[in-house]
């Protein structure tokens, strides 16, 4: 499942070829993925000038003067950017042609989401999907003091505080497992119990787990040019993440699983307190 990383990563490899351009025509070959595709897309945005792109938590945002086209990726979506006249495929449901270019939307399991939200419906960052998100994590406003504050009366395990995203959005179960191990802090522990110093240890970890995977992507932009290719999500080399029972890399203790909400947990009981 596209994380963060991979949506940053694909903000930057499709904005040189979106940014300060003119959209010429727009394509769906289905209804919509996990909404419906809005109505009349193609007369709200052809004609129009992308001004930016921007990312928030895991929507992408494709900004022109009248309004903003909402990407998001779901559980197996990708966006690439490839030759006008290049064939779609069985599961490319979503084309917007850019000069002679296009950006294709590429999702499987169709949980992807392609939103307009108009400027006459208010700031972008009010719309309904968007305005209960917590800060960025790679931003400034991302402290160990916001964590604590926002955290004296949480008395629900770390992990699950990270990934409910009202705080901070975009860690995710991979990188919530990753950088609790970095912090040394047991992903069972209340947040209410953890305090200031080992909270500046969690953010230092969430900030350079997620900066070396966006980097690690960054070797891969070339494939949002690629034709044929599937730009796979990246493979990393994890401490804890999908690593039960397996040495921990510190240690050598072994590494455990649990299962918090529903979602699988990994870490060492040794390293982490
Ligand atoms: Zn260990």
Known sequence: ?????????????VAPYLEGRVVSAVTLRHEGLRWPF????????????????????????????????????????????????????????????????????????????????????????????????????????????????????????IKQVLLAGDIVVGVGNIYAS???FKAGINPKTAASRIGLARYEKLVTAIRETLAAAIAKGGSTLRDFMAVNGQPGYFQ????????????????????????QGQRSTFYCPNCQK
Not at 1 to 13: C, I
Request: glycine share 8%.
């Open 1 to 13: 499942m596209p994380e963060l990383p991979e949506v940053e990563v694909t903000r930057r490899g």
């Open 38 to 157: 809005p109505a009349d897309l193609d007369r709200r945005i052809c004609g129009h000038r992308i001004r930016i792109t921007r990312r928030r938590g895991k929507y992408l945002l494709i900004e022109f003067d009248h309004g903003t086209l909402i990407v998001h990726l779901g559980m197996s979506g990708h966006l690439r950017v490839l030759p006008k006249d290049t064939p779609p495929q069985k599961h490319d449901h979503f084309d917007m042609e850019v000069d002679d270019q296009v950006l294709r939307m590429t999702d499987p399991r169709r949980f992807g989401a392609v939103l307009w939200h108009g400027r006459e419906d208010g700031a972008i960052d009010e719309h309904l999907l968007l305005r209960g998100l917590g800060v960025e994590p790679l931003e400034e406003a991302f402290s160990a003091q916001l964590l604590y504050r926002q955290t004296r009366k949480r008395s629900a395990a």
């Open 178 to 180: 990753e950088s609790l």
């Open 236 to 259: 990393q080399s994890y401490f804890v993440y999908d690593r039960a029972d397996q040495p921990c890399r510190v240690c050598g203790g072994l590494v455990r699983q649990l299962k």
